[in-house]
C-alpha cells in the first residue's frame, strides 16, 4: 500500500519569505502522480501544483515549485514571496493505478508580517 | 456554478438516524471521489466511482456506509444508523475522464464539504 508522510504539522513563515514544506511518500510503482493541495478555513480543497513521476523536470506554478527526488522518494514544496493569502492546510497527495488520491496528515501554514 | 457542489453544507442528527450527503460534479466529469477527513486529520478515501465501470468501494469503513451514482452524475453517500465516530468532514471530489495511454491522473476538483455532527 502507498502511504504519504508530512513531518511537519506546522510551520511559520514571514511575508515575503520563502518556505518548504517537506513530504515523503512510499511506493512499489513506477507510474505515478504526486499532488500539493492547499486547504483554507473555507474547506475547499485546491490544487497547487502537480508532478509525473516520470518527469524529470520539476514542476513550477508562479510561486510554487516542487524538488522531485524520486529515488529518495520526496516531493517538497518551495513557496517563494509568501503573502497571507498562502495561510492555510497543506496536503501532499499521491495517485497511481488504483485513481484515488492518499493524503499525508497535513500541514498548517502560519503566514507573520 | 461550474464546480463541485455538495449539499447540504452542514448536518446534525442524533446518533442512530440515517443521512444523505449528496454531490454534484463538474459536468462532463466521469470520475466521482467520496473522501472523509476526520478533524484534524487528512483525507481518508472511501469510495470512487468511474462512468459505468463497477465503483471502488474498499475504503468504505463499514456496511453502514453506501454510495449511489445516479446517470453517471449526481451522486448520493448514505450512513445509516450513524454513530458519534461518523462525524466529520465529506468531500466530494470529481474529475476528467483519463487521457488515451495513461492512468487515471487527472487532477481531482473538490467541493467544499458537508460537515457532518452526530450527536
Known amino acids: 500500500a502507498q502511504t504519504v508522510t508530512q513531518s511537519q504539522p506546522e510551520m511559520s513563515v514571514q511575508e515575503a519569505e520563502t518556505v518548504t514544506l517537506s513530504c515523503t511518500y512510499d511506493t512499489s510503482e513506477s507510474d505515478y502522480y504526486l499532488f500539493w493541495y492547499k486547504q483554507p478555513p473555507s474547506r475547499q480543497m485546491i490544487l497547487v501544483i502537480r508532478q509525473e513521476a516520470y518527469k524529470q523536470q520539476n514542476a513550477t506554478e508562479n510561486r510554487f515549485s516542487v524538488n522531485f527526488q524520486k529515488a529518495a522518494k520526496s516531493f517538497s514544496l518551495k513557496i517563494s514571496d509568501s503573502q497571507l493569502g498562502d495561510a492555510a492546510m497543506y496536503f501532499c497527495a499521491y495517485t497511481g493505478t488504483a485513481s484515488k488520491l492518499t493524503f499525508g496528515t497535513g500541514t498548517r501554514l502560519q503566514v507573520t508580517l | 456554478g461550474a464546480g463541485v457542489s455538495q449539499s447540504p453544507s452542514n448536518k446534525v442528527t442524533e446518533k442512530g438516524k440515517d443521512v444523505e450527503l449528496r454531490c454534484d460534479p463538474i459536468?462532463?466529469?466521469?470520475?466521482l471521489y467520496w473522501y472523509r477527513q476526520s478533524l484534524g486529520q487528512g483525507l481518508e478515501f472511501l469510495i470512487y466511482f468511474q462512468g459505468n465501470s463497477a465503483p471502488d468501494k474498499s475504503g468504505l469503513p463499514s456496511d453502514r456506509f453506501s454510495a449511489e451514482r445516479t446517470g453517471g452524475s449526481v451522486s448520493t453517500l448514505t450512513i445509516q444508523r450513524t454513530q458519534q465516530e461518523d462525524s466529520a468532514v465529506y468531500l466530494c471530489a470529481s474529475s476528467c475522464p483519463p487521457q488515451r495511454g495513461q492512468n487515471s491522473n487527472q487532477p481531482q476538483h473538490f467541493g467544499d464539504g458537508t460537515r457532518l455532527s452526530i450527536l
Open positions: 459536468s462532463g466529469h466521469t470520475a
